[in-house]
């Protein structure tokens, strides 16, 4: 008010609605919530924050041995696994009766 020289807060103010959000898919990571909740706000409503973790999902991935001299003839199969975004150290194994 300038004639005062108060300030006058406007609390009839009508609440607000926001609606639910699907949580984004994130390839290679799961979500700790599948939705966001919709919210009603108000004047005096807090300031509100929604924190959506997401956590990195297992991979398991092959490695496959082949024989070039036998038109790549499998020899032996190993496994490997890690997070998504992870390093994974991968190890070669000779297979049985390799000749160099």
Sequence with gaps: DLVTNQEILNTDVPSQSFDEVKTPEKVGYTPDK??????????????YTETVVYKANEQKGKVVYVDDDKDGQEVKQG??????????????????????
Excluded: H, Q, R, W
């Design 34 to 47: 599948a939705v966001v909740p919709s919210k009603t706000v108000t004047f005096d409503t807090e300031d």
């Design 79 to 100: 496994s490997i696994s890690g997070k998504t975004g992870e390093t994974v150290k991968v190890t070669p194994e000779v297979p049985e009766n390799y000749e160099e």
